[in-house]
């Protein structure tokens, strides 16, 4: 079929889901989630975003959606740079599932594109760093 697209440079995307297993990083990942906030409030969005700032994460896409559950009741749907293995990551799902209401992992999978493996690289070992001098610092208590 010809002319479907409708911009020259369009490209599809497949994804294989599964339910059982992730696969392993390959350095150059991504990860989704579904974010259910508590409420919507002043500021909640603001929250999720900032948890992402502080270890240097960058999003890859946001989108709000609505859940269904009543008037003003959203979601928001996150594409970011990482593997669910990487500390970093780890790190910040962990804060957000205290916070949120519920998150949703979707799945950690290659990326399309190469570009994020120094970005990312940095904010691991920042991460290992800061987690090194906390336990450092832990070790002092008798």
Known sequence: MESVEDHRDNQTRFLLLCNSRVPPPSGHDKTSIVVFQHHNEPGSLLGILMEFEARRIDLTRLESRPTRRGLGEYCFMLDFEGHISDEVVADCLRAL???????????????????SSSRQRVSEEAWTSSDEWLTGLRRLIH
């Open 97 to 115: 599932k205290m916070k949120q209401r519920d998150i949703k992992f979707l799945g950690s999978f290659p990326a399309a594109n190469a570009s």
